[in-house]
């Protein structure tokens, strides 16, 4: 069966630290993935796309891996900041809609 | 861009009763995606439209529930005969029809709560 796995746990880690968050995904063959942000109560927030023949992504402190063979996408976020708590969601584009993993709670403390 | 908005932001209803939804896009996007979410997941796709056309929806998806898109602009779920495990936030979002890859908009959401 497809299925989508993000870190269950919660990440906790200092300020300044480089945050690393993993999206593994099975039985699909996406074009491209996308990463959103979640603050509680609210919507989310488009971050980062990368497509299939693209290795890697990056914006401000914001990197984004795709390795279509090993089927794993993995966010990084560098300098991490206290306001970069977080639930961050992995989507996987399956013909016009996107899929989401159940994501991954950071919370980056002082 | 005003963004995607919802309403209401919250709903409490009864088990048993009917509820409508209304979400209205960002203006120049052509496609609407509803999403259901429940609390520790992530959003699960419900249906989508562009325009006012219903492309696909869910097979998970009760036949109490539909959707309509019926100018091309904003779209309104119901769910008809609520149950408990109707619960959840319903997330709306929009996006440009120009990629299949288009980045989601997404408004924060009603929340339904089926008492």
């Known amino acids: 069966s497809q299925k989508i796995e993000q870190n269950s746990e919660a990440l906790n880690i200092q300020e300044g630290k480089t945050a690393t968050l993993t999206c593994n995904y099975t039985?699909?063959?996406?074009?491209?993935l996308q990463w959103y942000r979640q603050d509680p109560g609210r919507g989310p927030v488009f971050l980062l796309l990368?497509?299939?023949?693209?290795k890697e992504k990056r914006k401000e402190r914001l990197k984004v891996t795709f390795d279509t063979t090993l089927k794993q996408s993995l966010f990084h976020i560098t300098a991490s900041q206290p306001a970069d708590s977080a639930t961050y969601l992995c989507?996987?584009?399956?013909?016009?809609?996107?899929?989401f993993g159940q994501g991954t709670e950071l919370s980056v403390k002082p | 861009d005003t963004g995607v908005s919802q309403d209401p932001r919250h709903k409490i209803t009864k088990r048993g009763q009917n509820v409508t939804f209304r979400c209205d896009p960002i203006?120049?996007?052509?496609?609407l995606y509803w999403y259901r979410q429940t609390l520790g997941q992530g959003p699960e796709f419900l249906t989508y439209?562009?325009?006012?056309?219903?492309?696909?929806k869910s097979r998970l998806l009760s036949d109490r529930f539909s959707a309509e898109r019926p100018k091309g602009s904003f779209s309104t779920l119901e769910i008809q005969r609520t149950e408990q495990g109707d619960s959840a936030m319903y997330l709306c979002?929009?996006?440009?029809?120009?990629?299949?890859?288009?980045?989601?908009?997404f408004g924060n959401g009603t929340r339904l709560t089926v008492t």
């Open positions: 990368i497509r299939e023949n693209e």
């Open positions: 439209f562009q325009n006012e056309a219903q492309l696909e």
């Open positions: 979002a929009s996006s440009l029809a120009g990629g299949d890859n288009s980045p989601l908009h």
């Open positions: 989507a996987l584009g399956q013909g016009g809609k996107l899929i």
């Open positions: 203006s120049e996007h052509n496609r």
């Open positions: 039985n699909y063959s996406p074009a491209y």
